[in-house]
């Protein structure tokens, strides 16, 4: 009895384990997931980003600063999971410098990893996830 009891808790273990998952929903591109506002959230500095679908972005010290006190304006490039931003006003960089950082992009936020930023505020980035707000 014991061992129909062990077959049996063996078969319906093996029938559980063996379904398939449910196929994930495919990611958005980059391109849409970058669209939006998102912030960094250190207690001692805190900083907003609104990328918007024609390119701009715009980055102020919190979220409420992003229509009232810019402190860069400029443009981004997104080119896979290549971040290409220039500011071309604004207190972070001079005008016109470049800073390129791999990025993961999700629902959540994005991931910034520097390749090459001359610009030394900018890149304090560097390793952070700033949330989509």
């Keep these: ?8 808790v063996c078969l319906i273990t093996v029938a559980a384990c063996s379904s398939k998952p449910e ?3 495919p990611k958005r591109p980059n391109n849409e997931l970058i669209v939006g ?7 001692e500095a805190k900083t907003a980003a609104r990328f918007k679908a024609d390119g701009s972005v715009t980055i102020a010290s919190t979220a409420d600063d992003l229509d009232r006190k810019a402190i ?3 443009s981004y490039k997104l080119d896979g999971d290549q971040l290409l931003l ?8 001079d ?6 950082y791999k990025v993961v992009i999700s ?8 390749i090459d930023d001359a610009c030394e505020r900018r890149a ?10």
């Design 107 to 114: 629902k959540i936020g994005i991931r910034f990893t520097k």
């Design 72 to 74: 860069a304006e400029g």
């Design 95 to 100: 005008a016109g410098v470049e800073g390129t």
């Design 124 to 133: 304090k980035m560097d390793s952070e996830t700033w949330y989509r707000r």
């Design 1 to 8: 009895m014991r061992a129909l009891w062990l077959v049996a």
């Design 86 to 93: 220039t500011y071309n006003k604004g207190e972070l960089c």
């Design 23 to 25: 196929p994930m929903p």
């Design 37 to 43: 506002e998102f912030e960094r959230r250190h207690q």
